[in-house]
């Protein structure tokens, strides 16, 4: 069994944990050296569209009730108001906290759907890893380099279809997770969101062309078990795509994503005892 932390023991302690871990958090950021985007941003999209996606912000199939769905929406806009038009610089990293948490400067999050401890709560900002998913999607589709990325501990849904990509995901927490992208590249991207009910819509520009483009594949999809739990392991691969005659230049394992599986597999599938979880 698991041992407790301190919190759940004493549940009182915990806004004073999260005022601690959020201090420090921040205070690294703050000297690490690094240049975070955020200082400049366009309100037009740059010369060269690199990648356009859109999705679809409601989950009528939560369990709960639907104006938590809603308040994400609501959660979703108020936050993608700090990233929208950000510039990325040569140099610069993209930190999702370093510009979400200026969010509620004119406003308050809403109730939304959480994961915690394994289950899904409600909690005020619910619903954000909505969007640092969206982005983390859309950023694979450029040569920027991944430097810190979490996948959600247990996946509570299933994919929606059979052809969409698994192990994507980007979920984030401030005081303990963030999503970060360096551009090692002499180019400038830009991120665009935009909201069409029930849709989010996200646009990644750049100041010049790129020689390839990229697209996400998955490989060696499988599930086991492991001390009675069931997992999901899959390769994220990035293909580079010569765009005048789209043929297939290289491709490249990006990360292999492991995560627990907390919805009932259809049947048939199998899921062999494993002893490795990496």
Not at 23 to 30: D, I, R, T
Not at 149 to 178: C, Q, Y
Request: charged share 25%.
């Amino acid at each position: 069994m698991a041992r407790k932390r301190v919190t759940q023991i004493f549940p009182f302690l915990l806004p004073l944990r999260v005022a601690q871990r959020t201090f420090f958090f921040y205070a690294e950021m703050f000297f690490d050296k690094n240049r975070y985007a955020g200082s400049q941003i366009a309100t037009e999209a740059l010369p060269n569209v690199i990648h356009e996606a859109k999705t679809h912000m409601i989950n009528e199939h939560s369990g709960f009730d639907i104006k938590y769905q809603e308040n994400k929406v609501f959660n979703l806009k108020l936050a993608a108001k700090t990233v929208d038009s950000v510039l990325i610089r040569p140099g610069e990293t993209f930190s999702f906290w370093q510009l979400v948490r200026r969010a509620e400067k004119n406003d308050r999050y809403k109730d939304g759907l959480v994961l915690h401890d394994g289950k899904l709560v409600t909690a005020p900002g619910g619903g954000l890893c909505h969007l640092s998913n969206f982005l983390f999607g859309m950023f694979l589709h450029t040569p920027l380099t991944i430097i810190e990325r979490h996948p959600h501990a247990i996946k509570a849904f299933p994919p929606s279809g059979e052809d969409e990509l698994v192990g994507i995901d980007a979920t984030v927490g401030e005081g303990w997770l963030d999503l970060k992208m360096r551009n090692d590249t002499d180019i400038v991207f830009r991120v665009g969101l935009s909201f069409d009910y029930p849709y989010m819509h996200g646009e990644i520009s750049a100041s010049e062309p790129l020689p390839v483009h990229y697209d996400i594949v998955n490989r060696d999809k499988r599930f086991f078990k492991k001390a009675g739990r069931v997992y999901e392991r899959v390769s994220v691969n990035r293909r580079e795509i010569d765009p005048q005659t789209g043929e297939i230049r290289s491709e490249s394992l990006l990360y292999t994503d492991v995560s627990e599986i907390g919805y009932p597999l259809p049947e048939g599938i199998s899921t062999p005892e494993s002893e490795d979880l990496s």
